[in-house]
């Protein structure tokens, strides 16, 4: 970590590897074309990825996230937490669909921008799920759920029902449930687009401390360039232009602006 907080990706092994990733989209005549040069993101690591409606942030999500597979790719690799395959990089290229979703259980947190919370579960409930799709065992799953959402804030909503409870809480129990069940990597879109300002950076700062704390691979979709500004350790965005008609093309670069 740097003298300003910030993660040193250099310093830790990248959870998430990509190489000359491109995937492309048509319909009505209209081509779409994503591509990603390059793109790691280590362990404990904050990554936004910044930019407007329509470049690509959604698809490269659903990349990174196994549930869109890409057209090509030089590499496409996941450092997973599995104690059977732990430290060692599995390459996701043509891996068969019982892998891919088993990764996406264990290995993957997501959390989306309604949230996508359980009504009918309570905090507790909606927390613990994916430990319990998981199998871990119930009593030590129970204390990190509790001391997550104690962590984030929300110790004294457990018992609570979604309904009964803010916007800016029911995001964060969204967090608590992508991190309970101790993934290598989240994913998260738009987290803080429902809820004010002020709600927007406690939550964006509670995200980071806790992916940091657990050693998670944060990345964060957001067009919001002043949420992220000083915060993030770094931030990709996207150059996209029109090479043709009815053809546009989209590819990841660095901002800098982290």
Not at 158 to 183: D, F, N, W
């Amino acid at each position: 970590m740097t003298d300003s907080g910030h993660v040193d990706a250099s310093l830790r092994p990248p959870v998430l590897a990509v190489k000359n990733m491109v995937k492309i989209r048509e319909k009505g005549g209209v081509r779409f074309e994503l591509r990603i040069p390059s793109l790691e993101v280590a362990a404990g690591e904050f990554l936004a990825v910044v930019g407007a409606s329509g470049c690509g942030k959604s698809t490269l999500l659903d990349m990174l996230g196994l549930v869109l597979k890409p057209d090509a790719a030089e590499l496409f690799a996941l450092t997973p937490r599995l104690k059977t395959r732990q430290g060692v990089k599995m390459d996701l290229l043509n891996k068969p669909e019982s892998v891919l979703s088993m990764l996406r259980r264990r290995e993957i947190g997501y959390v989306l921008q309604s949230g996508g919370l359980l009504p009918y579960l309570t905090v507790r409930e909606n927390i613990l799920l994916p430990c319990l799709l998981n199998r871990h065992p119930a009593e030590r799953a129970e204390r990190e759920a509790e001391r997550i959402a104690e962590l984030l804030g929300i110790g004294e909503q457990l018992t609570k029902k979604p309904a009964h409870l803010s916007g800016g809480q029911r995001q964060r129990v969204a967090i608590a449930r992508a991190m309970a069940h101790a993934p290598c990597q989240v994913l998260a879109d738009e987290p803080t687009a429902a809820v004010d300002h002020l709600t927007a950076l406690e939550i964006r700062d509670a995200f980071r401390a806790l992916a940091r704390e657990q050693g998670v691979a944060l990345v964060m979709v957001t067009h919001d360039r002043n949420l992220i500004k000083g915060c993030a350790d770094r931030s990709v965005t996207f150059d996209v232009r029109k090479i043709a008609p009815g053809h546009t093309l989209s590819t990841l670069v660095e901002a800098g602006d982290g």
